[in-house]
């Protein structure tokens, strides 16, 4: 039996930075009122990446692609199969999987997006390791990807604040030893109201409402304990004690949901891999963006067992426990 091991990975951010003061600066002008104390303070957020007009999601993708294919020492024909998460897809349709294909040279790979917001990439990468594991691809790219930016309401200050743009991908190949040792996904639609953007496209024209919508606190609640049930249950299943994992990197929403979860989880603090300061909330991005950092600046080396973890609108939640 193939297991799937990551072995390479690449992130991209777009060059304009956005800091909580000049965000706040720019809400002013408009009488929204907020102050880098507050997100500060209540999110451990400090700047966010923002796109320039006109860049897409398939654009930030391609470029963490690359860097992650460049990482694994892997030729973009090499890959039979591309997965992208994303919620900020360019298009209606051919996928932006389908978009990175071509923008990468590939011909022939599957490709196709996987849609569960903030536990997008998490999603992609059990889908990936599944394919993997049957037999049916050798060589997998995985791609978290946002442009955020063009779906929050800018005049809305309890959302706008939290969020940025970027991307993060992972090349996987299939190996006889692990690898990914396990994955859980999960969801509950019911809870769909708490997080959502609940706009449509009818007759060319957009119904609805088109931006980001979402109860705070009621993410908050579900996000710590759906996440807690979930690392524990994926261990329980791969036979890992908590306390064996050397890196947990969790979706990058809140440095307070981070710390509860750490905490409740028994995990020590230098092992929590926390980017939400730099890059804010980029939603699907936000994983493959943390492992990417943690693996470039030295943390994470090759052997050591990495808990990853998103969480976002759907409901959706999920775990992957991986071998480096
Ligand atoms: N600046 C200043 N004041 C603000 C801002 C802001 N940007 N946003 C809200 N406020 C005000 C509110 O109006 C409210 O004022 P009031 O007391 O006069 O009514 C006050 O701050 C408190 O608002 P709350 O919503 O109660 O603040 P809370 O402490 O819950 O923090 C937050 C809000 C940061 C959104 C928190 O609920 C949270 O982190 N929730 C988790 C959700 C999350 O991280 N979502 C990201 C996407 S989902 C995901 O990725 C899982």
Request: contains cysteine.
């Amino acid at each position: 039996m193939s297991y799937a091991k990551i072995i390479g990975s690449g992130g991209y951010l777009p060059p304009r930075v956005v800091s909580n003061d000049e965000l706040a600066a720019e809400l002013a002008t408009r009488q929204i009122e907020t102050s880098d104390t507050w997100i500060t303070e209540r999110t451990g957020i400090r700047q966010r990446h923002i796109a320039e007009p006109g860049v897409t999601t398939s654009q930030l993708a391609t470029e963490a692609a690359r860097r992650a294919l460049d990482d694994a020492g892997v030729n973009a024909e090499e890959l039979d199969l591309i997965i992208l998460a994303t919620s900020t897809p360019d298009y209606i349709f051919p996928s932006t999987a389908c978009l990175v294909q071509a923008k990468l040279g590939n011909k022939g790979a599957a490709a196709f997006d996987v849609q569960a917001v903030c536990s997008g990439f998490v999603y992609a990468l059990a889908t990936a390791d599944a394919f993997i594991r049957a037999g049916r691809a050798k060589t997998a790219l995985v791609i978290g990807a946002e442009v955020f930016s063009g779906i929050l309401d800018w005049n809305d200050r309890s959302t706008c604040v939290l969020f940025g743009d970027g991307a993060g991908a992972v090349v996987l190949r299939a190996a006889e030893e692990p690898g990914i040792l396990d994955a859980q996904l999960n969801a509950d639609g019911s809870q769909m109201k708490i997080l959502h953007a609940a706009g449509n496209v009818v007759g060319g024209q957009v119904t609805g409402d088109p931006f980001l919508r979402m109860d705070g606190q009621a993410v908050f609640k579900m996000a710590v304990t759906s996440l807690a049930n979930s690392a524990q249950s994926v261990c329980e299943r791969a036979g890992v004690a908590l306390d064996e994992i050397d890196w947990f990197v969790p979706h990058q929403a809140n440095v307070r949901i981070i710390n509860f979860l750490g905490r409740k989880l028994g995990l020590a603090e230098e092992k929590v891999v926390v980017t939400v300061d730099k890059h804010a909330n980029t939603s699907a991005a936000s994983v493959p963006l943390a492992l990417d950092a943690a693996r470039r600046d030295g943390r994470i080396q090759p052997g050591q067992l990495v808990l990853m973890q998103g969480v976002g609108g759907g409901f959706t939640w999920g775990s992957v426990l991986a071998r480096m």
